[in-house]
């Protein structure tokens, strides 16, 4: 369920926003947390918008949160947005990396910590995995997204194709599928 968006956010809110979601995520699972804090609790944008962000995001190369972040600043408030989301969701975050690397070199051989860094990450993969359910269920709009879907997922995950080749070759396809279903919904002058 996804509520109307609300009033556009100040610059400073938007560093913060990004710092925040930086500084409390970990690992996988950074866009199942930014779509919750964007979408759900500050309903900044719509479900829709934010699931085409991320979409694009992950087309583009690099980072995708980082790239995400970029697109959601840009959508809230242009250029200076952008900006400030990269920096929010990069530098803070960055700095206590780097504090905590001092620390976990230190405290290397604890088997506690191993322990709890495995959880973290388990906990992470959940995230992910109700993001990618939610962004599959908002795509499943036809037999065609569905047999795509399908496909791209038995290419990488059981035949073990190059990740490369079977975006390289379904992402075109997607494209070209969705513009003629947009084209074929727009009225005719």
Known sequence: MSTAPIASPTLPQIFLAFTKVGL??????????????????????????????????????????????????????????????????????MLVAIALAALFASMAQSHGLHVGMAGVAAAAVGVSLQTGLRAARRSLVGVVPAVIMAATFAAIFLLRLPL???VGAMAPLSILIAYTRIRRQEPRP
């Open 164 to 166: 490369l080749w079977v």
């Open 24 to 93: 409390t995520s970990f690992g996988g699972g950074l866009s199942g947390w930014m779509m919750r804090e964007f979408v759900q609790q500050r309903r900044w944008m719509s479900e829709a918008d934010f699931l085409s962000g991320l979409a694009l995001a992950q087309s583009f190369p690099g980072v995708n949160v980082v790239n995400l972040a970029i697109w959601i600043g840009f959508r809230l408030r242009g250029g200076p947005g952008a900006l400030l989301g990269g920096l929010g969701i990069t530098v803070p975050p």
